[in-house]
């Protein structure tokens, strides 16, 4: 079935750098590819929107200038958290739509960040 | 909008028990409706899923039918093992402008299972 990766799984970083996390779709083209936050036993929540070749769709309340979103190829999109502070901390997800009539979306395995 | 409401955990049930976590929906337009899992650490697996009303999604021993007149779509498994251990998330997708699809989560479920 279809494949997502996320990647890193973990990172640590200091306060006041950058990371940047990898969502690749593996056997599928994603025209689409999603960004979540999940903080400690709660839902998901939709960051942004990211298609390929366009500038993502940010939810309300979500920094763009601060959560930077390419999608620069049909099977890679990247989430970059910039200028990192402790309160980013938290578990990212990314998934992926094949698109088509059956909207099935996948997700990848998740990457936790943690700012110290 | 959209929204997602289920079954506030944490649920916890011996092996072999009856299971049922409910999840009623409200929905612009026609959702496609979903059950995710997720095991400890792990991101999240799509569990089962029905695209339409009537329609009776089944996976693993976990079945929920797509109930349009409730608004509901409740995740139900005769026997749970322990290996069911999880939190389950009930989720929507509705087009979301072009061939978007947006999905909307429920809340989560904590679900473990006691030997």
């Known amino acids: 079935g279809a494949v997502v990766s996320q990647h890193p799984s973990r990172v640590i970083c200091k306060s006041g750098t950058s990371v940047k996390i990898e969502c690749r779709s593996l056997d599928f083209q994603a025209t689409t590819m999603f960004w979540y936050r999940q903080f400690p036993k709660q839902s998901l929540m939709l960051m942004a929107t990211?298609?390929?070749?366009?500038?993502?769709?940010?939810e309300q309340g979500v920094e763009k200038d601060k959560f930077l979103i390419n999608h620069a190829s049909l099977t890679l999109s990247t989430l970059t958290v910039t200028s990192a502070h402790p309160e980013d901390s938290s578990f990212y997800i990314c998934s992926a739509s094949s698109g088509g009539t059956g909207n099935t979306i996948y997700f990848g395995e998740g990457s936790w960040l943690t700012v110290v | 909008g959209n929204s997602v409401t289920q079954m506030e955990g944490p649920v916890t049930l011996s092996e072999e028990a009856f299971l049922t976590i409910n999840c009623t929906y409200t929905?612009?337009?026609?959702?496609?409706l979903f059950w995710y899992v997720q095991y400890p650490g792990e991101g999240l697996q799509l569990l089962l899923k029905a695209t339409k009303a009537d329609d009776k999604g089944s996976n693993k021993g976990f079945e929920a039918t797509y109930r349009k007149e409730t608004t509901s779509f409740h995740l139900e498994k005769g026997s749970v093992q322990v290996s069911d251990s999880a939190v389950y998330f009930c989720?929507?997708?509705?087009?979301?402008?072009?061939?978007?699809?947006?999905?909307?989560f429920g809340k989560g479920t904590l679900l473990t299972v006691n030997p």
């Open positions: 990211s298609n390929e070749g366009s500038k993502a769709t940010y």
């Open positions: 989720a929507l997708s509705v087009k979301s402008g072009g061939s978007n699809y947006k999905l909307t």
């Open positions: 929905a612009t337009g026609y959702p496609s």
